[in-house]
């Protein structure tokens, strides 16, 4: 896979790193193994050093991290912890209503937003080699932010999407098997959606650039359509 090492065609990176996410299976069973997939996959792409995922606890009084990969090393840990009364001047920057980024010399933190309600953020870590950020890696990891939240966010959707297909479960189609199966291409959905804005915010003329995420969304809707007609009761 080609790294954003070198970032000249912004508009095929936006569609390299939309597939990276799109690829990611989020198993509801295996949370973690879903973070550490994704801590790896941005270390390799944005070529750093570290990689992590923090979310927000319940009363927001502090944010946990679900997986931080070394690719030094390549192992991962979690489980750390910073409490937003310790660190405010940093947590204001994260719920800015303008450009709510954190940028320092080493380290690039975006926030993971629902709703303009912020659950957690996106951080990556140069540790040997400390470089400035391009206004490139911080589109990126927008890109790649955003499509994160909307899985997460897609994660409460599916919790009660299995409560209401309970009454219709069949032998061949188990509730949590078709929520699972929705999952995938919803976030595909919601990705490409999101490229799309970001073109157009930029007045971007990259025609095949949305051609393809256009036909993904497609795709993706086709996929979802025919397992909803799946799983409709025979009459």
């Known amino acids: 896979m080609s790294t954003a090492k070198n970032l000249t065609l912004t508009n095929s990176h936006k569609l390299e790193i939309t597939n990276l996410l799109d690829s990611l299976e989020f198993d509801q069973g295996d949370v973690e193994k879903f973070f550490q997939t994704l801590t790896a996959s941005l270390c390799d792409f944005f070529q750093v050093d570290r990689a992590s995922v923090w979310l927000f606890n319940d009363d927001q009084s502090e944010i946990i991290c679900k997986s931080q990969f070394d690719r030094k090393t390549e192992t991962y840990s979690s489980g750390k912890s910073l409490g937003v009364s310790d660190y405010a001047v940093y947590f204001r920057s994260l719920h800015a209503k303008t450009n709510p980024t954190v940028s320092l010399h080493h380290i690039l933190d975006v926030p993971l937003s ?34 994160v939240s909307k899985t997460l966010y897609s994660k409460e959707k599916i919790k009660h999407l299995e409560s209401l297909l309970e009454e219709e479960r069949t032998q061949d189609h188990h509730p949590r098997q078709v929520a699972h199966e929705i999952n995938n291409p919803l976030t595909i959905i919601l990705g490409n959606a999101y490229l799309l804005n970001s073109l157009a915010e930029e007045h971007s003329q990259d025609s095949e650039l949305q051609k393809a995420a256009i036909r993904k969304i497609v795709e993706a809707a086709h996929r979802i359509d025919s397992i909803i007609r799946g799983i409709k009761p025979t009459k």
């Open 114 to 147: 629902t709703n303009e309600y912020t659950i957690g953020v996106l951080c990556l870590e140069q540790v040997e080699n400390k470089k400035p950020w391009r206004q490139s890696d911080t589109n990126l990891l927008k890109i790649a932010s955003h499509s």
